[in-house]
């Protein structure tokens, strides 16, 4: 019986070091994955920091596209303006050297 017990024990050493061996590789399992998980959480993150940060920049360049087409369109609204009021002077000029010419052949109240 002494055998026997000696075989038990080496058997349940055996039984013990494989179960050792066991529970350390899913821990180093576990932590590769936790690892593994980090990384992933760690490139997303990232990425959509970067995504944030193109859209900013579209965003940018779209306000200053904006402005830009506002000067522009203010530039031409005020140089139709400066036309526009330069072509009613010369509207009210006309009228005044008509209003002159035809004041001028006309005779006077007395008939002279």
Not at 71 to 83: D, H, I, M
Request: glycine share 6%.
């Amino acid at each position: 019986m002494n055998g026997e017990l000696r075989r038990q024990r080496e058997a349940a050493e055996r039984l013990d070091a494989a179960t050792r061996d066991s529970y350390r590789v899913a821990v180093d399992h576990a932590f590769e994955m936790q690892k593994d998980g980090m990384k992933l959480s760690r490139a997303f993150f990232q990425n959509w920091v970067e995504t944030i940060e193109e859209g900013a920049e579209i965003n940018r360049r779209a306000l200053e596209d904006l402005r830009r087409i506002a000067t522009e369109q203010r530039q031409v609204f005020y140089g139709l303006s400066r036309e526009s009021l330069h072509a009613y002077d010369g509207f009210l000029d006309s009228l005044r050297q008509y209003d002159e010419e035809a004041s001028g052949n006309r005779p006077n109240k007395r008939g002279f």
